[in-house]
């Protein structure tokens, strides 16, 4: 099965058309044995490239009633077989090739006009955003600790100080200020433009903030040429469960980190109890956020998150979760990762390249060749 490791997402989703696209012409057999019958393969061209292919032939079976329903039921096992395979496999490849994408930006536009009726609330401590004030708490401190055991020296009052930060879906700044506060400079970006006029209006009360601080109104994908390898650390609170190509983003977000670079993310667990927790009772129910904030389809498990990460030359150093009371409106920490949870992985500072297979075996036999071409054992080797 070592060959999995090589093939890309469309590859695999080729494979899985042309499967479904011949079981679904068995079945139409099993129906209609008088009709005329295809042959389905998916064969690879001279270029490595999956194609299907169908060759059409005149086929009546001559099977017993009985032998339908066998087949029948074979045929659901052996699709349910082969896509719950199809789903667990995992797609490796290397951190510096360009993802497969249908889509040109990660922002979905629908959450644009969820959060743009809701720009000037980001302030309000008591409202719709309370639960983001109080995650504060909580985020700001797992980022200052996890950054500073990547250093020797701080400077006290200002831990964070000439370290520079990317803060992604930044909103009103409710995480980018406290960490400019620390002082890292932070750049902080959001593809709402009513966004960041809140967020650039409540910097400018702070003369401290407003040296320290750099707002922009954009998506991650905008500045990933201008800022490669730019960053420390990269912050994604509350975000991913809101893109609508996470893969892209983590991309994304780890071509602008620098080699040994951080990226801190908070965001909720797709579990049954995320949905009577966080759809049905937070939003509908009890009225914490606001309805249509969060789509239960968009939230990603740990464990998920963390192979994707990890395909991307991201080292997952903790993940943690966290649990928020709506009675006394605080959070803490805790071993459950079933309603939200914070990660933090750390990017590769060295990665190798890999050779193709054909270059090594053609430099190791150019070596032997040169080294011992007189030496009949290997000229023997040479040979085969």
């Known amino acids: 099965m070592g060959f999995l490791k090589f093939i890309s997402v469309q590859d695999v989703r080729l494979l899985a058309y042309g499967i479904q696209l011949f079981q679904q012409r068995l079945l139409k057999r099993l129906f209609f044995p008088a009709s005329n019958c295809f042959c389905t393969t998916v064969k690879k061209n001279q270029l490595g490239e999956l194609y299907v292919s169908e060759i059409q032939f005149n086929w009546t079976p001559?099977?017993?009633?009985?032998?339908?329903?066998?087949?029948?039921?074979m045929w659901f096992k052996s699709y349910r077989m082969t896509f719950a395979c199809l789903s667990r496999m995992k797609i490796h490849?290397?951190?510096?090739?360009?993802?497969?994408?249908?889509?040109?930006?990660?922002?979905?536009?629908n959450e644009i006009k969820t959060f743009l009726a809701l720009a000037h609330r980001w302030w309000d401590e008591q409202g719709v955003y309370a639960p983001l004030h109080s995650m504060n708490d909580l985020r700001v401190p797992f980022i200052r600790d996890n950054l500073l055991k990547t250093v020797a020296h701080h400077q006290p009052g200002k831990p964070l100080s000439g370290m520079k930060i990317l803060d992604v879906g930044c909103g009103g700044g409710l995480l980018t200020e406290p960490l400019?506060?620390?002082?890292?400079?932070?750049?902080?970006?959001?593809?709402?433009?009513?966004?960041i006029k809140t967020a650039?209006?409540?910097k400018s009360f702070d003369p401290v903030l407003d040296k320290r601080i750099e707002y922009r109104a954009c998506s991650l994908e905008e500045i990933v040429q201008e800022t490669a390898e730019t960053f420390d650390a990269v912050v994604a609170s509350e975000v991913v469960e809101h893109v609508i190509d996470l893969e892209t983003f983590i991309q994304c977000c780890c071509e602008v980190l620098k080699p040994g670079g951080s990226l801190f993310i908070t965001t909720i667990n797709k579990t049954q109890l995320s949905y009577a927790l966080g759809i049905v009772f937070a939003e509908q129910i009890a009225g914490i956020v606001p309805k249509g904030t969060h789509t239960w389809e968009k939230f990603i498990s740990p464990e998920k998150l963390e192979s994707?990460?990890?395909?991307?030359?991201?080292?997952?150093?903790?993940?943690?979760?966290m649990l928020y009371n709506p009675l006394s409106g605080y959070w803490h920490w805790s071993e459950n990762t079933s309603l939200n949870y914070a990660a933090?992985?750390?990017?590769?500072k060295a990665q190798e390249h890999?050779?193709?297979?054909?270059?090594?075996?053609?430099?190791?036999?150019?070596?032997?060749?040169?080294?011992?071409?007189?030496?009949?054992?290997?000229?023997?080797?040479?040979?085969?």
Do not use: M
């Open 308 to 321: 994707i990460l990890e395909s991307n030359g991201l080292s997952v150093q903790t993940v943690t979760g």
């Open 200 to 202: 650039q209006h409540h």
């Open 93 to 109: 490849r290397y951190p510096w090739t360009r993802l497969y994408s249908t889509s040109q930006t990660t922002v979905d536009s």
């Open 62 to 73: 001559q099977t017993k009633p009985w032998v339908f329903s066998d087949c029948r039921i």
């Open 180 to 195: 400019g506060r620390l002082g890292a400079s932070v750049i902080g970006i959001d593809p709402v433009d009513e966004n």
């Open 344 to 348: 933090h992985a750390v990017k590769s």
């Open 354 to 384: 890999p050779v193709p297979a054909e270059f090594v075996f053609k430099g190791e036999t150019e070596e032997l060749r040169d080294k011992d071409s007189t030496n009949p054992g290997v000229q023997e080797e040479l040979k085969k």
